[in-house]
């Protein structure tokens, strides 16, 4: 399935409406709201946050955080690492998770990024399988959290 989205920046026009965005009640164990990775982007200089909303048209349908370019070390992996993303309940198995991803990835090639990573609880209802089907793969880590590490390798895809 083939969605467009916009990756937008969060401005005053379109904060609120992002952050009322919501995912599945039993998803919430995977994923911290938008207002909490607004807090923790203010929190956490040191991870380089970059954040977009995504829309479809006009109306927010999802976000997106990551730590971009930074140097890793105990406390940061990168040096790009997919932090937050989530799409609205109702709006999900549209395409628009895999569309994000997909413009995502662009962007990291324009930096001349080589891989992406990310983390995410393992379990029923996990986006793990999510992931995978994209093209990440685990790299057998997990973190302080039990979250088990994926890495996608931005040269073997299309
Ligand atoms: C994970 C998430 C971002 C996926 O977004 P989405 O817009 O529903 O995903 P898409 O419609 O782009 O799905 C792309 C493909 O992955 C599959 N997929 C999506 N979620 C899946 C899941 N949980 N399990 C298995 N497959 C899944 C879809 O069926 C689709 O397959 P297709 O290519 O055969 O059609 C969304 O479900 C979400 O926000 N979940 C809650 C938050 C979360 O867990 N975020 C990740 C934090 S680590």
């Known amino acids: 399935m ?4 916009r990756l937008v920046e969060v401005t005053d026009v379109n904060r609120a409406a992002v952050a009322a965005l919501r995912v599945h009640p039993a998803q919430e164990r995977f994923v911290a709201s938008v207002e909490k990775s607004f807090q923790d982007a203010r929190d956490n200089p040191d ?3 970059w ?3 995504v829309h479809d048209g006009d ?3 999802g976000f997106v955080m990551l730590s971009w370019d930074v140097v890793p070390g105990p406390e940061l992996r990168g040096p790009y690492f997919l932090w937050r993303l989530l799409v609205g309940a109702d ?3 549209r395409g628009y998770g895999a569309a994000v991803l997909d413009e995502v ?3 990291l090639r324009a930096e001349g990024a080589t891989e992406l ?3 995410c609880v393992p379990g029923e209802g996990s986006p793990e399988p999510f992931y995978r089907r994209y093209g990440f793969v685990p790299t057998g880590e997990t973190d302080e959290d039990g979250e088990i590490i994926l890495r996608l390798d931005l040269g073997s895809r299309p």
């Open 51 to 53: 954040f977009r909303a």
């Open 117 to 119: 990573l990310t983390s």
């Open 2 to 5: 083939s969605a467009q989205v």
């Open 47 to 49: 991870a380089n946050p």
């Open 59 to 61: 109306e927010p349908v």
């Open 105 to 107: 990835v662009a962007l």
């Open 91 to 93: 709006h999900q198995g």
